[in-house]
């Protein structure tokens, strides 16, 4: 048995990880080495890759920043989740916002300490990233289509600069990275519409709150139309191993996905549409490994 004090610890411990969504910082790891070894590397060999220290100063500069960011997002939209999350929000008020904002600035300088092993240019990559974290968790994400615009841009920097790093410029790189900006920018444009409640309360002016709810639909519908442009491509203009797979999958995701959102009214719905979203950008993290195993293997 667990004494009070080792709950207390351990209490305070899964609401700082809620807070900085380990989860999700853990998914993003796997991903930019994923896509180092498979994508952004492929020509090199592959314990040049998994061995490399620079690569790992990276990730986990790109990992601390991240964290960073979850933490000054959680501190600004506190009020907003009591009533969006009362859930999540009680876990993370278990935590003070003395020490969240504390850990925050350790986060951030270690990401810089960490950048600076690779190079001052890496240094300055991730001052400007922190700063953009705060400037949209401050600012930016109340206003319509910046907010959204500024969080896919966000979203995806850290993949920039493993693609900075390797100065891989080939095609297949920007479609990809086209297909994962377009999934995300409807990711946050449901989120908006699964959180409108507590944006019409805290005076958020998201898209849904603006234009309305319609509106918001017409443009996902749109966005997840534009996401067979990259899968076309990926599918029939490069060479993508099994990984056809998870594309054919996706699209059959995305029509559902459609189906159920012409029907939503309520936040439940809009959770669920959520979740699907992120199912389908999960998936195609790990499903990196299927573009061509048989190449990786040989590079051993």
Excluded: C
């Excluded at 040049?48 to 960011?69: P, T």
């Excluded at 960490?114 to 953009?132: K, L, N, Q, W």
């Excluded at 705060?134 to 319509?144: D, I, M, Q, T």
């Excluded at 996902?220 to 990984?243: A, H």
């Amino acid at each position: 048995m667990l004494s009070r004090k080792q709950k207390h610890i351990l209490l305070k411990f899964f609401s700082m990880f809620s807070v900085v969504r380990g989860y999700n910082i853990l998914v993003i790891v796997i991903a930019q080495y994923l896509a180092s070894i498979y994508i952004m590397a492929h020509d090199k060999p592959l314990k040049h890759v998994l061995f490399d220290v620079n690569l790992l100063m990276l990730v986990l500069a790109s990992a601390a920043s991240i964290a960073g960011g979850y933490i000054i997002n959680n501190f600004y939209d506190s009020e907003k989740d009591l009533i969006n999350r009362p859930f999540k929000s009680r876990l993370d008020r278990l935590v003070s916002q003395n020490t969240k904002l504390s850990f925050y600035f350790v986060l951030n300088f270690v990401a810089v300490v960490m950048a600076s092993y690779v190079s001052f240019r890496a240094v300055i990559f991730f001052a400007i990233y922190i700063f953009g974290i705060w400037l949209y968790s401050h600012k930016l994400k109340k206003l319509p289509f910046i907010g959204n615009l500024v969080s896919a841009i966000l979203t995806i920097t850290p993949f920039f600069a493993i693609f900075m790093y390797y100065k891989n410029f080939e095609t297949v790189i920007f479609v990809h990275a086209l297909f994962l900006f377009l999934l995300i920018s409807m990711r946050e444009l449901t989120k908006d519409l699964e959180n409108i409640t507590g944006d019409l309360a805290q005076d958020y002016k998201t898209i849904p709150v603006v234009y309305g709810e319609k509106t918001s639909k017409i443009m996902l519908t749109t966005l997840s139309v534009l996401t067979l442009v990259p899968t076309y491509l990926l599918l029939y203009r490069f060479e993508i191993g099994y990984m056809y797979v998870y594309f054919y999958l996706s699209i059959v995701l995305l029509f559902i996905f459609l189906v159920i959102l012409w029907r939503s009214r309520t936040k439940i719905h809009y959770l669920i549409l959520h979740n699907i979203l992120k199912f389908i950008i999960v998936a195609g993290v790990f499903s990196i490994v299927l573009i061509k195993v048989s190449v990786v293997l040989n590079r051993i």
